[in-house]
């Protein structure tokens, strides 16, 4: 399978992701979607771009004001499935004082060789173990990215939402009977989709991280997954863990954000 189908799917996944709970403005070059119960989480008040605009960056933020402006929310984000037409706008979106983000996405076939920690037990969320973990560490990780309680708040009921409805399988990690780590993962076909991976500040550097990793792609084996996909900060530090587990990079996704207030 070439880099561009695996690219694809994570795309496909993602675009699947942030229509789910929200309502959906179809436009001429892909969408908007607003969930104005959550006006504090970004990836539930964006637009999505899959064409190049034939108004540019100038409709796209036309439609942007026009979806959120009487409605108090004050981010504009938008997201490209083809990083190539972000390139392409970046001068006007950077023009109008938007900050250029850019996550790597990263393809695995089969089970990474690496060493896990023996003392990780790894359970699943509602059926070897209650979401209050889940929650716990989700909320400690969203604090320690610098997030007020009531945006970390939002941000969770989204991604509890969506999982529900996605089929979305939730797990954590504890280090000597204390929650620790989490991730979650959603089979599709033969591709499985991570995210939500984290460790506690505290059992860091203990090898609890890529023990999470290597069990998500165990999951994904076991559900009839041929490739694990994730998106990781493309100028952070855990890409450089996901490649020593071998991950391979297949693409980007590429956006851009502005904060209005």
Known sequence: MDVAQLHGALIDNVRTWVQTGSEVLKKPYGFIVRDLRHPLVYDSNLAWVDVAPPGGAELILDDLDA???????????????????????????????????????????????????????????????????FHLVQMA?????????????????VGRIRREALGERAFVGYLNGEPAATYTISPRGIFADVSNVG?????????IGRTMIFHACTTAASAGCEYVLLT?????TPQAMYKTLGFEPVGELRGFLRKTT
Not at 82 to 108: C, G, H, N, S
Not at 141 to 157: K, M, W
Not at 232 to 236: C, G, I, N, P, R
Request: hydrophobic share 40%; proline share 6%.
């Open 199 to 207: 460790t506690l500040p505290r059992f860091r550097m203990r090898g």
């Open 232 to 236: 990781a900060d493309l100028f952070d």
């Open 67 to 133: 979806a959120f402006l009487e409605d108090g929310i004050d981010h504009r984000l938008v997201l490209f499935a083809d990083a190539d037409i972000a390139y392409a706008e970046q001068e006007a979106f950077v023009a109008a004082r938007f900050r250029p983000q850019a996550d790597l996405v990263m393809a695995k076939l089969g089970l990474p060789s690496c060493i896990v920690n023996p003392d990780v037990d790894v359970k699943e969320v509602g059926r070897d173990t209650p979401e209050g973990d």
């Open 141 to 157: 990780l969203q604090a320690e990215s610098g997030h007020t309680p009531e945006v970390s708040r939002q941000v969770y009921e």
